[in-house]
């Protein structure tokens, strides 16, 4: 059974920098696209980022753009999270994921994290 494991969560203060790191375990997910959601208090889950198996296809929502970048690793079988210019809207609990299909990734992934939880304060 495959996990992902989320880390670098924390709090920060407005226009400041995290990373967020994803690591799975388990087994290879090399081939997988990989992604991020996350949960603010009292909102629904929403898309973030995701990158194709290769890191050839990366998709941003646009509340993020131009702020955080997803990168992945395949030999170490993970996936990061720099956020940078933070803002307290972005406090949310942030949800690493994994699926087969690049599509899918954005909408219904097939793997998911426990969540870490990233506070930013104003």
């Known amino acids: 059974q495959v996990q992902l494991v989320e880390s670098g969560g924390g709090l920060v203060q407005a226009g400041g920098s995290l990373r967020l790191s994803c690591a799975a375990s388990g087994r290879t997910l090399g081939s997988y696209a990989k992604g991020w959601f996350r949960q603010a208090p009292g909102k629904e889950r929403e898309f973030v980022l995701a990158?194709?198996?290769?890191?050839?296809?990366?998709y941003y929502a646009d509340s993020v753009k131009g702020r955080f970048t997803i990168s992945r690793d395949n030999a170490k079988n993970a996936v990061y999270l720099q956020m940078n210019s933070l803002k307290p809207e972005d406090t949310a609990v942030y949800f690493c994921?994994?699926?087969?299909?690049?599509?899918?990734?954005?909408?219904?992934?097939?793997?998911w994290g426990q969540g870490t939880q990233v506070t930013v304060s104003s």
């Open positions: 994921t994994a699926d087969p299909n690049i599509q899918r990734i954005r909408t219904m992934p097939s793997v």
């Open positions: 990158i194709s198996w290769n890191g050839d296809i990366t």
